[in-house]
């Protein structure tokens, strides 16, 4: 009997993301620092950086608590996790989906409640199975977004689960706002990628409630003053934002960097396309 062997596979983002960074990492390639040891990524998101460097150190943080949950879940029970997103498969339809969005989730102490795994595989597969992937939730911390056209949708992937699992081994995985990196992030031994919300580049295309908790002009300004502190205790610091006046001018002080991406979560199919994007670096 001849035993098929997997081909080892490098790990990916599981989650699909809006302003995910898996397709321009070609471009963020020459701007990656060399000579560090630790790895920060405040606004985890997707995760697109994190699996791309396979850093062997990490400290990986966001604001949504949910998200955090499902990083976790990965990271400790997988197989555990790969059993219900198989069940949420077999059950898939708009009854189902709804059903599923209606559920509540909007305790904090999501840690204590015992249903780590149950709300993990419920993001999982709303986020298989909604709109462009896109998460979003009201003031309530509801999440509110539709279901997509998908007509087979991939719910669960095992092989890329166990692979993202296998990564985030060596983690460290919290909730936290930004700024926490401060407590971390000491001097040239530490990198830092930020990718916050984005500045919105005008009144229809603003997009801050990912999560109840909205990314406003001040936070963004908080922000760069956390990149200046990181900045002078030598930290290597890079930052990824909208192309637009205000962002330029808030790091006119650093290298600018121009990205080409494409916008492609815009439900007016003539709204969508290349647009250009910022890249800040410390060094």
Known sequence: MITQIRAPICPRPFLKWAGGKNKLIQQYLPYFPEGYRRYHEPFLGGGAIFFYLQPSQSFLTDINIELVNVYRCVQEQVEELIVLLEEHAALHGQEHFYAVRSQ???SDDWFLDGNNLKRAARFIYLNKTCFNGLYRENSKGQFNVPI????????????AIRDASSALQSAQIDRSSF?????????????????????????????????????NESDQIRLKETFVELSNRGVKVMLSNSDCPFIRDLFKDFKIHTIYAARNINCNTEKRGKITEVLVTSY
Request: proline content about 10%.
């Open 104 to 106: 509540l989730t909007t």
């Open 148 to 159: 997509g056209s998908y007509e087979k949708p991939l719910i669960c992937d095992p092989d």
């Open 179 to 215: 700024d926490i990196v401060l407590d971390h992030a000491k001097d040239s031994d530490d990198f830092v990628y930020f990718d916050p919300p984005y500045y919105p580049l005008s009144a229809t295309s603003k997009f801050t409630n990912y999560s109840r908790y909205s990314f």
